[in-house]
């Protein structure tokens, strides 16, 4: 049992203050080029995601990957979470994940 | 904290599931009246027995006295379920060989959600490594197991739930992994982790939300003690939009077989068996039913009664 590189749930207002480390989130896609993602987090907060994304993506998108900045993700992998994804749920557990019962996860 | 406060509710135990063959050794313990009956006293002594709400010391001491009375039947057959992240499960304390526990709860089968990370093929068997975020966890099932449809089924890079029971050998913890099964609907992954959170609150502040939504109670009758009377009805219902699917739970619990297991229920039977048994005549909804009981002489009162957060299966 490995808990040597544990991901955090984030969210847009969380993502600055994990830059640098190992996140996890979900996006609601918006727009994709080659080499990135433009999505919008589960609190309405628009961000970049880098890297290959493979085809073809659903409307909500899970990206694992290194923090770069407040406003994007350098993504390592990626998970199609289909169309009926909760956002609000997400958003809520991103925050008791941060907050109150960080020990539980981190 | 949003999450929670939109549903006034308190567990009555941690989810036990009691496997087939001691059915019957549990049925013949709560059969035992000498005990029902002072379990009776007891409780009619520290509750108030009419719809009014419950002071939080007299739920919190209803809510104890149920669950020691669960927890002192300490057969090995009744196990606990508990849903856990790997951070969780990596610091859970051992004292003894096999006895392991976290927030003063003995873990049995665990519940792990997440995503497989690496899977090798070897010839006699296959080796998966699950990450949920939280940490890693590596199993392995041998190869006459592979022929089971439920592993052939799993993918690299996809999202399973493991249901796994904790074992120390040699000092070195691993989880003896018995099921495995793709999570098909996402909304599973959050879901196991608020749940997650929502055990260890449980477990370790006793939370109890005073105050209550629902509150009626069964009207005994000459013919049948259970038979309910047409003023079960839900208040509120113009207000609230989980008014229907409420109505339809009640109806379902009016049932006399019901209320003979709700009896057991009050007596601190297993609370999972009955909800699995409410799951699979109702799929539309994954549906966590909170139920607080007492009993006054042959009748059982439904002290309160929610219904929990909604999962699209």
Redesign the interface.
Known sequence: ???SS????VNGALLGRLAGRKV?TVVQVIGSEIGSVVGKTTDDVQIFVRGSSPAPLTT?V?V?GIAESDNSIRAE?W?N??N???PQ??N??CK??NGE?K???? | KRLFSRFNYFYISDEKFVSLKSKKLVLDVFQNRERRRRRRRAIDQRTSLTATPLSPAAVSCLHRQLRNFASSFKNRDVSTLLPLTLKQLNSVSTNGESNFSIDGVDINTVAIVGRVARMENIITQVDFVVDDGTGCIEYNCWCYERQETEVEAVRLGMYVRLHGHLKNFQGKRSVNVFSVRPVTDFNEIVHHFTECISVHMYNTKWLCYSGYCYCYSTTPTPANPYQTGPSNQLPNQFNDPMHGVKQEVMNYLNQPMHLDALEQLANGACVLDYGRDLLQINRKYMIKIDLSLTFQSSSIVIKHFCIGPKVRH
């Open positions: 049992m490995d808990t544990p991901s955090a749930f996890r909500y899970e694992i992998t998970t979470f289909g009926t994804f909760d749920n997400f809520e557990l008791l994940a019962f020990h539980l996860f981190m």
